[in-house]
């Protein structure tokens, strides 16, 4: 009786090769695609918003400006001096003892 040696045919284990596969490779290709679509998607999305944001903390500073000056104007119409000034100039009132002059119309 001989005794086989290990290196023969029968005594290694069959190892099954894997089959190509295609289709799995198509399904990872297609998911990385979609993968990165999404992710430049929301890099738009983001740079929009960021622009978005810049323009309205741009108005809101022009806003605070006029803020600003209006609530200066509204200082400077409430004080004695320029209501005179006014009631002379729109609705033409004088002091008592003054004799308003009229341009002529023609």
Not at 51 to 63: P, R, T
Request: hydrophobic share 35%.
């Amino acid at each position: 009786m001989t005794k086989k040696s290990p290196t023969t045919k029968e005594s290694r284990p069959k190892t099954r090769k894997q089959p190509f596969r295609p289709l799995s490779k198509l399904v990872v290709l297609f998911a990385f695609c979609a993968l990165l679509s999404s992710a430049y998607q929301l890099y738009e999305l983001r740079k929009e918003v960021n622009q978005s944001i810049a323009q309205l903390n741009q108005e809101k500073e022009n806003l605070f400006q006029q803020q600003k000056l209006l609530e200066e104007e509204i200082l400077q119409l409430n004080t004695p001096s320029y209501i005179e000034q006014l009631a002379r100039e729109q609705l033409g009132l004088v002091r008592k003892g003054e004799i308003r002059i009229a341009p002529k119309m023609e």
